[in-house]
């Protein structure tokens, strides 16, 4: 892909163009939005509501804002998600539509039809992809794959599994099924304890959602049996007491990407559009709940037609910014601007592996110019 792909970018202050709100108008329209959307398209409006318990979720007013935008482009828009692997509260479709009324996400709030795309029965159908690196086959969830357009509203946070979570994991691991996410996660691989850093401060045990974390005879313990790899205790730990062995990530990493593919696979070209929310970035993804605080300032709002370059922008932007002093970034020592982040966090993940995994993948471009709409103006 020789063009840089065009990643639009607006910052979280109020400006002359206005707020949070009206700068993703603004987006919509810079980065043409609108154009992917014929009259009376479907738009499965893909998010994450957040695990109960959570506060830096993407607030209501936000996917609302972008209903509405898909309603005067002449679409009819669904906002959905599926149900989890583990066992909380968004395990199964009705706990999870308790879920999503408690934050704040009905019909009458975001102003159209809230669906779980894989319903109550894992419903979704199955996809065949030719190039692959892990699962050849992906079971894509049912109202993902009724919809013509698909529009990615992805809350941009860090992650144990992928370093970074923003549109290609809410597509990939957010837009299969049950049976689908667990062999992108399945792996031998382990995260690795390191006893000596741990203070027993029990976050882990409380967070791991597959259970396989306990203190037995007061020593931190990894039940492998239960374990499903997916990297939510190495965020959570502020002791750096859990790592994750590179096996693990990268064989994940393999899974998402594939699961990626095969949900795009299923919408025509051009119908397919990604928005990045920068804004709360915590060390921890929105499953994990309670969140700790975010670890740099609010980065703002991108906006792309290419999920990879979207993602990228907004991890370039992570490190370019400095780290809030008092929190996660400090005890690693990732304050100094410019600092990787991702690296500090997660010391023995290699973010440029993974990058070139994504960009072998034919997925999208890493090479991107950001276009920052206030100085367009
Ligand atoms: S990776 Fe950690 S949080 Fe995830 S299931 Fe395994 S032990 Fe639990
Ligand atoms: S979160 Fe870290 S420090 Fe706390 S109990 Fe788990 S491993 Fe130990």
């Keep these: 892909m020789a063009e840089r792909s065009k990643v639009y970018f607006a910052n979280p202050r109020r400006t002359r163009l206005g707020g949070i709100c009206e700068k993703i108008r603004a987006l919509w329209k810079e980065s043409g939005m609108a154009d992917m959307i014929d009259e009376y398209d479907v738009v499965a409006v893909k998010m994450h509501f957040g695990e109960p318990g959570l506060t830096t979720y993407i607030r209501p007013i936000i996917a609302r804002t972008v209903v509405d935008l898909v309603k005067d482009a002449g679409g009819r828009p669904v906002l959905t998600d599926t149900t989890t692997l583990y066992k909380r509260r968004r395990h199964t479709a009705d706990s999870y539509y308790e879920a999503m009324k408690e934050n704040g996400f009905t019909p009458e709030t975001v102003g159209c039809p809230i669906l779980v795309a894989d319903g109550f029965r894992n419903n979704g159908v199955y996809v065949t992809l030719d190039r692959y690196y892990k699962l050849k086959e992906v079971k894509v969830a049912q109202v993902i794959y009724d919809a013509d357009v698909l529009v990615s509203l992805a809350h941009i946070t860090f992650h144990g599994d992928t370093g970074i979570a923003g549109t290609i994991k809410n597509i990939a691991m957010g837009g299969t099924c049950t049976e689908t996410k667990l062999r992108a ?69 393999r899974g998402v990407l594939d699961q990626y593919k095969g949900v795009i696979s299923t919408f025509r070209e051009g119908k397919v559009g990604h928005i990045d929310i920068a804004l709360d970035i915590t060390p921890g993804c929105d499953c994990q709940a309670p969140n700790d605080t975010p670890m740099v300032p609010n980065i703002g709002i991108l906006a792309s037609k290419d999920g990879l370059a979207c993602d990228r922008a907004a991890f370039d932007l992570i490190n370019a910014a400095p780290g809030i002093p008092g929190t996660r970034a400090e005890e690693i020592g990732a304050l100094e601007p410019g600092s990787d982040k991702f690296k500090a966090l997660f010391p023995s993940l290699d973010m440029d592996e993974l990058w070139r995994l994504a960009a072998e993948a034919e997925i999208g471009n890493l090479d991107y110019e950001l276009i920052d709409i206030e100085k367009e103006e």
């Design 185 to 253: 996660h399945s792996s031998d691989a382990k995260p690795k304890l390191v006893p000596e850093r741990c203070i027993k401060c029990g976050i882990c045990v409380r967070i791991c959602p597959a259970g396989a974390l306990s203190f037995k005879e007061k020593v931190l313990t990894l039940d492998k049996t239960l374990c499903i790899s997916c990297g939510d205790c190495i965020a959570a730990c502020p002791q750096g007491a859990i790592r994750v062995p590179w096996g693990m990530a990268q064989q994940t990493y």
